[in-house]
Nanobody, 114 residues
């Protein structure tokens, strides 16, 4: 099982980014997939989740600004981020649970700054 996150970068406040999480070694559509972010020194924060049935859930801090989606043909999950704020700055990880075990991607840095 591997999760490869990409798409992070430096963006100005109000800007947009799309993160990608390419899954391999398993069928991502069979499991809930999440994006989690972490600021150094802080606990990880669950940002968004898409379930096997494609229902979605978001942290209140990103509702209306972030959208999680999946492309089953590419075995990839995305996080479209709009109206970015400096407080969205963090390392973003994709995550899934398979048979009780948690798997993490390597993380991609998102920095929102003018």
């Amino acid at each position: 099982v591997q999760l490869q996150a990409s798409g992070g970068g430096l963006v100005q406040p109000g800007g947009s980014l799309r993160l990608s999480c390419a899954a391999s070694g398993f069928t991502a559509s069979s499991y809930a997939m999440s994006w989690v972010r972490q600021v150094p020194g802080n606990e990880r924060e669950l940002v968004a989740t898409v379930t096997r049935r494609n229902s979605t859930d978001y942290d209140d801090s990103v509702k209306g600004r972030f959208t999680i989606s999946r492309d089953d043909a590419k075995n990839t999950v995305y996080l479209q981020m709009t109206s970015l704020k400096p407080e969205d700055t963090a390392v973003y990880y994709c995550n899934t649970y398979i048979r009780g075990e948690s798997y993490w991607g390597q993380g991609t840095q998102v920095t929102v700054s003018s």
